[in-house]
């Protein structure tokens, strides 16, 4: 079975600062992992993605997440938080074989002024 | 412009109604899901198809059906809506790609309210 823990339902960081969102997963097979971000009264669009390679991966708007399978861990970071990105932030896993994707629970971000 | 969409955007429906959310993707994906949304919560899986007269129940036991007769529309359809059916709803799509897992592109969803 594959899961997805995300450490922190609500992040707030003020403009500027470093973005750190915590994700987990437990898998008992090679992940795909994909964070998603959601802004208010819209559906889910992908950040990035990781499936095989490189463990460190750049996505859109400037964020990037590292893979590190010895902690089973796939955080989120941004260097710079800006105000746009205020949203909810969900990590998923999957695996070649499964018919879907998991969620993790979100991580609402607040980024104060 | 290939996308994914969902009718209606909201809907506020009486106890005992019967209700079909739609979505239509046009990216010719054969893979396609319907998600459950509540504020705090995980995205629960309620139905996934991997192509054309293909459907399988998610993890979340669910009062509702879905039907894929043609690969660009994957309706969820509650027989009997009861307020504890009041949620987001998120249809999805992704390709089926042999060995490889990719993203899974989403619509705007559907905010159903049952009084």
């Given at each position: 079975a594959q899961s997805v823990t995300q450490l922190g339902s609500h992040v707030s960081v003020s403009e500027g600062a470093l973005v750190l969102l915590r994700c987990n997963y437990s898998s008992s097979v090679p992940p795909y992992l994909f964070w998603y971000v959601q802004y208010p009264n819209q559906g889910l669009q992908l950040l990035l993605k990781y499936t095989t390679g490189a463990t460190l991966v750049k996505g859109i708007n400037g964020f990037e997440a590292e893979f590190k399978k010895s902690e089973t861990s796939f955080h989120l970071t941004k260097p710079s938080a800006h105000m746009s990105d205020a949203a909810e932030y969900f990590c998923a896993v999957s695996h070649f074989g499964y018919g879907d994707m998991r969620f993790g629970a979100g991580t609402r971000l607040t980024v104060k002024p | 412009e290939a996308d994914i969409y969902q009718t209606p955007r909201y809907l506020v429906i009486g106890t005992g109604k019967k209700i079909t959310l739609e979505c239509s993707q046009t990216?010719?994906?054969?893979k396609m899901y319907w998600y459950q949304q509540d504020p705090g919560m995980e995205l629960h899986l309620i139905h996934y198809s991997y192509g054309v007269n293909s459907t399988e129940k998610g993890d979340l036991s669910s009062e509702s059906t879905v039907s894929r007769i043609r690969t660009e529309h994957f309706p969820l359809t509650l027989e009997s809506a009861r307020p504890s059916h009041t949620s987001q709803y998120l249809c999805a799509s992704s390709e089926n790609r042999i060995r490889v897992v990719t993203e899974a592109f989403f619509g705007q969803g559907t905010r159903l309210t049952v009084v």
């Open positions: - | 990216m010719g994906h054969d």
